[in-house]
């Protein structure tokens, strides 16, 4: 189907830059998802794609042929819209037949097309119901519908699934990967649930104030995020951050001192660290161990009891939280105290700058 | 003055930053603001040349450049000063009565009693017809110091009967335009009123506000807006009132009730001095200007809201 | 008991609403009443409720005046200053609405303090102007005073419902591949046709009831309704039912239109200021 390459893309509103310089390449039959805190850019950068919005500075090429002036419709892309978007005075039928209808596809082919796509998503007995009519998720399926009968070459998704209730957002999350390994169409899709981004997607890029923080897969960035914001962006619940000093830098890794506890050995390749240095430790709450020798003790706070797992939130002695993810069973208290144990080879140091040293042993899984 | 408008509209017209489609959108535009820039220059253009000739249709002698002498007559004409303070009377007056009225009525036919819906649309009925129409019938059949039904209704009672066009021509006059206007203030108002969030009055009851706590803290600052549009789309209308003056009291007795549309039409059509009723044109254009920007500035904080 | 303390109050409203109703519409009854009534029976005093009703003001007034030339004139200018005023109030609308720019706020605002002239200030030179160009005293002339007179309005009205559409549908439509026409005709135009329809009602009313281009730039050609009505009301010879009955007649089509559709132009008239 298609590849997209994106070359520094700019996009300037008013003198203040809004995208600074995007390059991307997505490859064919690729699910790509757009991650980002709100007005970082990711929607923009969608829009740009689509033809919504112009590009200011760069070059945007489908299939290696550079599209930056031409129509939407003429780039050969469908988009679902946040809000779905459907003409709410033509009915569902009529909503996937306006674009094939200005394509100029004759009206059999239409008939046939629209027919094997609603009955596809379940829509084939709402084809004569207006979209005031159908239920959220109904409405969802007709706005993807619709894209799938033009038989794009790239699938645009803003935000998709923002408007339904968590039960139907899981359902369609389902629903959505099923499709696209049966279309096998280049995706590109905007969120800013990072469970969405984790779950559907081939590759993540993710943004923050128009520029692009890491790209990679799912667990590359779950388990070697690149700096601080993506370590704290993705994962929940989140990774625990803990100011740290350098005690010395060795074969195995560099060996860091907490501000109350034991010494501990995080396996990065050192790089330029020098001695005392201050760095960042960052350890996600399913890496800490509750282990009465551990490096660190601390009191419980909170207990959060979610059936499979239980989420402590124990402070440490400098007063900061952190949370330790522990089996459903255990049986704290809050009030408690707790020694606190954390996997070194799980540990991710930040320099100063926010970025991180990379790992000695990279995750299988990572890619 | 746009400077004001344009403060006041703030609101209206503040729109999330959007797409442009790459060719001008202008285009789109243009017809109709060239159509509406000749509309409102050249006749702007041609009054304020006539306005400093010396110009009379019956006496084709008198022409030329006349100075300031057209404008110097009029502003010194007491006549002319009258016409003025009854244009805003007549502005603030049925302002008055259309908007505090309007939100009493609104408010009454919100609630629920039987045949509503047929009350209603008697109340809005006066809106749909015609000024001459209106002022006609207040003049004879409602009004006529003889036959009309308000009359037989004083002597009924027992009162003498009052010429009311005679001796209280302004008042009378301003009373049948609020007649006109009244139901398009409730229309509005009234659809502002229905568009109040129950959930709102609910919680003001819950708070134990009483039905008049209700209407001042939480229907009235509701209508803010919709009583703003009201006064904007009034005021344009009744600073052009004419037919209701022509038909009822020619603006008499004497001047009484002569506002400034009456009176630069008497001066061209009726005592055929173009230039004189230019002139008046010109000072009717400022004040009307001026009358904008004073009551755009007063409910200007509720647009923006 | 509760339903007790309710049920008076509400008899209540229900008497002082109708009585306020009653009492403002009662000058529009009393004028259909006249139009049936005999000259007679129409000044005597005082007046009655109960009389012979007869047809014979009606009678006369189609006797004097062409009542339906008087009405097709009528119609014809409402009807074709209202579609000019929408064939140039769309696209300036859309324009605004949906790709303002730095100056779009103050050519609405422009737009609106022109309707703020007063019609008599430009009195002399429109009436100047449209003897020179023929188009005095025809139905084209007076159509385009009022297009211009409504235009505005037409065009504020009509941004406010613009500025209801989500946006995100037009760019649906954009991207189904509709050009800047369909996109017009197909997506915003259905989208946004209660608004439309009661921009284009209040611009009929207005036009019908319009007076003061009417009697000032017709003579008998194009004279309209207004000017049919001024024939009757002349203070010599004034005849109550004569006079009631034309008022009648002058007025009967646009307040029936107006009960019809006013659910319909309530939701334009309120220029955005109901949320």
């Known amino acids: ?367 | 003055m746009f400077r004001s408008w344009s403060l006041t509209m703030e609101a209206v017209i503040a729109t999330p930053e959007r797409v442009k489609r790459k060719s001008g959108a202008g285009v789109f535009l243009s017809p109709a603001v060239i159509i509406l820039l000749i509309w409102s220059l050249i006749p702007l253009v041609l009054t304020l040349w006539y306005s400093f000739q010396n110009y009379n249709l019956v006496d084709p002698t008198l022409k030329g450049f006349a100075g300031f002498s057209n404008y110097v007559y009029l502003l010194t004409d007491p006549d002319f000063l009258y016409a003025l303070l009854n244009t805003v009377l007549l502005v603030l007056g049925v302002l008055v009565i259309s908007v505090g009225g309007g939100v009493l009525l609104a408010v009454l036919y919100d609630q629920d009693f039987f045949g509503r819906g047929i009350a209603r649309v008697l109340v809005i009925s006066p809106f749909f017809v015609m000024p001459t129409v209106s002022a006609l019938l207040w003049k004879n059949l409602m009004l006529h110091p003889i036959y009309g039904v308000y009359s037989a209704f004083m002597r009924a009672i027992g009162l003498q009967p009052i010429d009311w066009l005679a001796h209280y021509p302004m008042q009378t006059v301003m009373m049948i335009v609020a007649w006109e206007w009244l139901p398009f203030a409730v229309l509005i108002l009234l659809t502002a009123v229905q568009s109040l969030d129950h959930e709102q009055k609910e919680a003001a009851r819950m708070d134990g506000a009483g039905p008049i706590a209700r209407f001042r803290y939480i229907i009235l600052p509701h209508l803010s807006r919709a009583i703003t549009v009201v006064i904007m789309i009034e005021t344009i209308y009744l600073l052009t009132v004419f037919a209701e003056i022509s038909v009822t009291t020619s603006g008499g007795p004497g001047v009484a009730s002569t506002n400034l549309a009456f009176l630069i039409y008497s001066r061209a059509l009726l005592q055929f001095d173009i230039g004189g009723a230019s002139a008046g044109g010109v000072i009717a254009i400022i004040i009307a200007n001026i009358i904008a920007a004073f009551l755009v500035r007063a409910v200007a904080r509720n647009l923006e809201a | 008991m509760a339903r007790k303390t309710q049920l008076l109050p509400k008899i209540a409203l229900g008497v002082v609403g109708w009585a306020v109703a009653l009492w403002i519409f009662f000058p529009i009854f009393w004028m259909v009443l006249t139009g049936f009534k005999t000259e007679m029976d129409a000044i005597s005093t005082p007046p009655h409720l109960i009389f012979h009703p007869t047809l014979q003001s009606y009678h006369d007034v189609f006797a004097q005046e062409n009542y339906w030339h008087f009405t097709f004139n009528t119609v014809l200018m409402s009807v074709f200053a209202t579609g000019g005023a929408l064939l140039l109030g769309v696209p300036a609308a859309y324009s605004m609405a949906f790709f303002p720019g730095k100056r779009t706020r103050g050519t609405l605002l422009w737009m609106l303090s022109t309707r703020m002239l007063p019609p008599v200030g430009v009195l002399v030179p429109v009436y100047l102007i449209a003897r020179s160009t023929h188009l005095l005293d025809t139905i084209i002339g007076l159509g385009i005073i009022n297009l211009l007179t409504n235009l505005p309005i037409i065009v504020w009205m009509l941004y406010t419902f613009f500025k209801e559409v989500p946006v995100p549908i037009l760019e649906a439509g954009r991207m189904d591949g509709a050009n800047r026409w369909q996109e017009i005709s197909v997506v915003l135009l259905p989208l946004a046709l209660p608004g439309i329809a009661s921009t284009a009602l209040l611009s009929l009313i207005l036009c019908w009831n319009e007076a003061f281009w009417s009697l000032n730039l017709t003579s008998s050609n194009a004279a309209p309704l207004a000017s049919f009505i001024a024939s009757f009301s002349s203070p010599e010879g004034l005849f109550f039912a004569k006079l009631s009955a034309a008022s009648t007649l002058a007025v009967a089509p646009i307040l029936v239109f107006g009960w019809f559709s006013q659910k319909q132009l309530v939701r334009g008239l309120t220029f955005g200021a109901v949320k």
Not at chain 1, 4 to 16: G, M, P, Q, S
Not at chain 1, 39 to 62: H, N, Q, V
Not at chain 1, 296 to 313: C, D, F, N, Q, S
Request: include cysteine.
């Open chain 1, 1 to 367: 189907m298609a590849k997209v390459e994106l070359r520094d893309i700019r996009k300037t509103y008013h003198a203040e830059e809004i995208i600074k310089g995007v390059s991307l390449d997505i490859n064919d039959e690729e699910f790509v998802v757009f991650v980002g805190p709100s007005g970082c850019g990711k929607s923009t950068l969608l829009r740009m794609i689509a033809g919504l919005e112009e590009i200011s500075a760069g070059d945007l090429l489908i299939d290696g042929k550079r599209v930056n002036d031409i129509e939407p419709a003429k780039r050969g892309l469908a988009m679902v819209f946040q809000s779905y978007a459907l003409y709410p005075h033509m009915n569902v039928y009529q909503n996937m037949e306006f674009g094939l209808k200005l394509a100029g596809m004759p009206e059999p082919e239409r008939r046939q097309k629209i027919n094997d796509v609603a009955k596809t998503l379940q829509l084939d007995s709402y084809l004569k119901h207006k979209p005031g009519q159908l239920s959220g998720g109904q409405r969802q399926r007709v706005a993807i519908g619709r894209a799938i009968v033009r038989n794009p070459k790239v699938f645009l998704f803003d935000e998709p699934l923002s408007n339904l209730d968590a039960a139907l957002r899981g359902q369609m999350r389902v629903e959505l990967a099923t499709l696209h390994r049966r279309l096998k169409a280049t995706t590109i899709y905007v969120t800013h649930d990072q469970v969405e981004a984790m779950t559907m997607a081939d590759k993540i890029v993710v943004l923050q104030k128009g520029v692009v923080e890491q790209v990679g897969s799912p667990l590359e960035l779950y388990h070697h995020p690149r700096n601080l914001f993506v370590a704290r962006f993705i994962g929940s619940p989140p990774m625990n951050f803990l100011p740290v000093t350098v005690r010395s830098v060795t074969e195995n890794g560099i060996v860091v001192a907490l501000d109350h506890g034991a010494p501990v050995t995080v396996p990065v390749l050192p790089g330029e660290t020098a001695s005392a240095e201050a760095m960042t430790l960052g350890i996600r709450p399913e890496h800490i161990v509750l282990d009465p020798q551990g490096e660190i003790t601390g009191t419980i706070r909170m207990v959060e009891r979610l059936g499979a797992l239980t989420l402590l939130h124990v402070a440490l002695p400098d007063g900061a939280l952190i949370i330790v993810q522990t089996d459903g069973d255990h049986g704290g208290e809050v009030d408690a105290p707790v020694g606190l144990r954390l996997l070194a080879e799980n540990c991710h140091l930040f320099d100063a700058r926010g970025m991180a040293l990379t790992k000695l042993v990279r995750h299988r899984l990572a890619g």
